[in-house]
């Protein structure tokens, strides 16, 4: 890499530079100097004292920031004249330290000025920008936090509200199940007993063991039935039971049903063990049955939990990389997941999704702000009842992800303001204003993206566009 000239030509052709005095100038050349960093090597390191204030002359560079989750790429820019490292030197505090992280892309050509003695010259050069500055830093800074907090627990609520809601079923399910299944176990062993007291031939024991054995390898495939079908089997088990003597049988039947026998499965039974000993069997049979049945429910409850926790964590990005290439698809299902209380009964989903789309590079945990803040304003606007669609598909060089529904649209007055930030239609307590706003600028501003909204009454479809392919940034 060859260092250039430094002249005031020179340096007027840099934006940050241009509207100096020859005097000013010529402090400039008298304290810079140039300093050159190869391709994929760090040049600062975020919580280092803030010793240099660059400025980009050629190369590519990436900055990223500490959060809970590791480093998080905040920009990317090739911009000649583009500045980084010590920017806050007009903030009249001692000891500052860098706020980013700094990686050369490719090779890089930095002008460098040292921070203490620029951020003199400059309260000297421009007193009065120097507390503006100052004044705006703080205020942004103080603001920025507060906002921020209220985006994190307006986030974890929403997240917390709809976990909750779709972890309690599955949860008291299986709690019922469990507590049931202690009783039927009990009673199982209650009428093995009552068997043996009947000096059960051991031979016929171990033929009824069988018969068990091959009856409960029916209920894991035991075919869905019609309320119909389910009724006229209820009633044919239930007159076999009451034709060979066995009392409340219309309290077994739906046992034996919901297990998938019938009338012929029970002639099978009697076949095994006689006239004699068939009350106990069938009873114990049905105990049995009942209690595959019941572990199934647990099965099933506490597969369900699991998928739960799987979308949450999905949803939350948990120990994922901050900035990675991702299937938006991943992002939409965890996101649904979440809402799916919010979703409700009289709202049909609709996913339209084209499976062949590529993954795109992007921050997933950000998005999944985005989806939820779209989703979620969508199923406010229909009030309960409408149909909510999520599509995606290619869009020239873009991929689009969509959230349509059928409420009643977005006033043309309003749909110019949407995007700003504190403004909202909905009552005061409501809503923050913040939504919409925050997707924008996670859309367009880190994503390089755009976001877009067509609205009339009964269809409003907002469209996130994302690249398919890495950008740098400003």
């Known amino acids: 890499m060859t260092e250039p000239a430094l002249t005031r030509e020179f340096l007027r052709e840099l934006f940050l530079f241009a509207s100096l005095s020859d005097a000013q100038l010529d402090w400039i050349l008298e304290h810079a100097t140039i300093e050159q960093y190869p391709g994929g090597g760090k040049v600062i390191s975020e919580g280092d004292p803030a010793t240099c204030f660059y400025v980009l002359l050629s190369g590519a560079l990436r900055m990223t920031k500490q959060d809970s989750g590791g480093e998080v790429e905040t920009t990317r820019s090739d911009q000649r004249g583009a500045y980084c490292g010590a920017t806050q030197f007009f903030y009249g505090q001692d000891q500052q330290r860098y706020g980013a992280s700094i990686y050369a892309l490719s090779d890089l050509t930095f002008l460098t000025l040292p921070a203490r003695d620029f951020a003199e010259k400059f309260r000297a050069w421009f007193p009065m920008a120097t507390h503006l500055l100052e004044g705006s830093y703080l205020g942004w800074r103080n603001s920025d936090a507060l906002i921020g907090q209220r985006r994190r627990l307006l986030a974890l609520g929403q997240v917390s509200a709809g976990l909750t809601h779709e972890l309690n079923n599955p949860a008291a399910a299986a709690v019922r199940a469990t507590a049931a299944l202690r009783e039927r176990v009990a009673g199982m062993r209650h009428k093995l007993a009552i068997l043996a007291k009947k000096d059960i031939d051991p031979n016929l024991l171990e033929q009824l063991i069988d018969v068990q054995e091959q009856l409960v390898k029916q209920v894991a495939s035991a075919p869905p039935l019609t309320a119909m079908q389910q009724a006229d089997r209820e009633d044919e088990i239930g007159d076999w039971l009451t034709d060979h003597g066995l009392e409340q049988g219309w309290d077994l039947a739906p046992i034996f049903v919901g297990a998938g026998l019938s009338a012929q499965n029970l002639d099978e039974v009697l076949d095994s063990v006689g006239e004699e000993l068939i009350d106990g069997a069938v009873r114990w049979l049905a105990y049995a049955l009942e209690t595959e049945i019941l572990m199934g429910e647990i099965e099933d409850s506490t597969t ?129 204003g913040l939504g919409l706003d925050i997707s924008w600028r996670i859309v367009v501003e880190h994503h390089h993206g755009d976001l877009r909204v067509r609205s009339e009454p009964g269809n409003t479809r907002f469209q996130v566009l994302l690249p398919l392919t890495e950008q740098a940034s400003e």
Request: aromatic share 6%.
């Open 304 to 432: 369900r939990i699991s998928t739960l926790v799987g979308a949450a964590k999905q949803y939350s990005q948990m120990d994922r990389a901050p900035h990675q290439w991702i299937d938006v698809h991943d992002g939409l299902d965890s996101t649904l997941v979440m809402l799916a209380g919010k979703i409700g009964d009289g709202i049909e989903l609709v996913k339209d999704y084209d499976r062949t789309l590529p993954d795109v590079p992007a921050y997933p945990g950000e998005l999944n702000q985005v989806w939820t803040n779209l989703i979620d304003n969508a199923i406010g606007a229909m009030n309960g009842s409408g149909t909510l669609t999520v599509r995606t598909a290619l869009v020239k060089d873009q991929l689009c992800a969509e959230i349509s529904d059928t409420g009643p649209g977005i006033p043309e007055e309003n749909r110019q303001r949407i995007f700003e930030p504190f403004f909202t239609t909905k009552p005061v307590g409501e809503g923050t």
